[in-house]
């Protein structure tokens, strides 16, 4: 268990409702408790596991492909599962229009190299999810600085320039619409 404080998703972490800021999708099966102190000692509330409802069109794409066995199950349609075991989640097919039992690894954007610029280039068709590309140096801090991207309808070309001394490395996060 770790202790909750207010910020980032959180907010009256110390009062008697605890508000989830920013829940989306993502945090779907994520299990919470209350911890009450006081001079007799300390008191644990029961568990709970928040549960956030997929949007409309992400409810289709799912009926899509699961039956509704499977669709009461989170392990099977949760954002994070990977029915397939290509280990790609469902969200991100979801954003990419891909089958969530199918292998989806040739189908996912890949990038290119031309003219000195590292360029990604995907179809952002989803209303209720959002695309942002970042780029990194070092594989562990990221950020959209240095990114520029064209939009055309729902294609959307990222790219970062190749000069310099450091490797670049670009990626697409997705996460539900806020």
Same mark, same amino acid.
């Given at each position: 268990? !770790? =202790?909750?404080?207010?910020?980032?998703?959180?907010?009256?972490?110390?009062?008697?409702?605890?508000?989830?800021?920013?829940?989306?999708?993502?945090? @779907?099966?994520?299990?919470?408790?209350?911890?009450?102190?006081?001079?007799?000692?300390?008191?644990?509330? *029961?568990?709970?596991?928040?549960?956030?409802?997929?949007?409309?069109?992400?409810?289709?794409?799912?009926?899509?492909?699961?039956?509704?066995?499977?669709? *009461?199950?989170?392990?099977?349609?949760? !954002?994070?599962?990977?029915?397939? =075991?290509?280990?790609?989640? !469902?969200?991100?097919?979801?954003?990419?229009?891909?089958?969530?039992?199918?292998?989806?690894?040739?189908?996912?954007?890949?990038?290119?190299?031309?003219?000195?610029?590292?360029?990604?280039?995907?179809?952002?068709?989803? !209303?209720?999810?959002?695309?942002?590309?970042?780029? @990194?140096?070092?594989?562990?801090?990221? @950020?959209?600085?240095?990114?520029?991207?064209?939009?055309?309808?729902?294609?959307?070309?990222? @790219?970062? *320039?190749?000069?310099?001394?450091?490797?670049?490395?670009?990626?697409?996060?997705?996460?539900?619409?806020?």
């Amino acid at each position: 268990w !770790n =202790n909750l404080s207010d910020g980032g998703h959180y907010a009256g972490t110390a009062t008697a409702t605890l508000t989830v800021t920013t829940s989306g999708t993502g945090l @779907s099966g994520d299990i919470y408790r209350c911890q009450v102190i006081s001079s007799g000692g300390i008191t644990l509330s *029961s568990q709970a596991a928040l549960a956030v409802n997929p949007t409309v069109e992400q409810t289709a794409w799912l009926q899509t492909y699961f039956n509704s066995t499977q669709l *009461s199950d989170p392990s099977i349609v949760g !954002n994070n599962a990977t029915p397939a =075991n290509d280990g790609i989640p !469902n969200l991100l097919k979801y954003a990419f229009d891909l089958n969530p039992l199918a292998d989806g690894h040739s189908s996912l954007p890949a990038p290119s190299i031309s003219t000195g610029e590292l360029t990604l280039t995907f179809q952002a068709i989803r !209303n209720d999810v959002t695309y942002t590309v970042q780029a @990194s140096t070092d594989l562990i801090n990221w @950020s959209t600085q240095g990114v520029t991207q064209q939009i055309n309808g729902d294609l959307v070309t990222a @790219s970062c *320039s190749l000069i310099g001394a450091n490797p670049i490395f670009m990626r697409i996060v997705i996460a539900p619409a806020q």
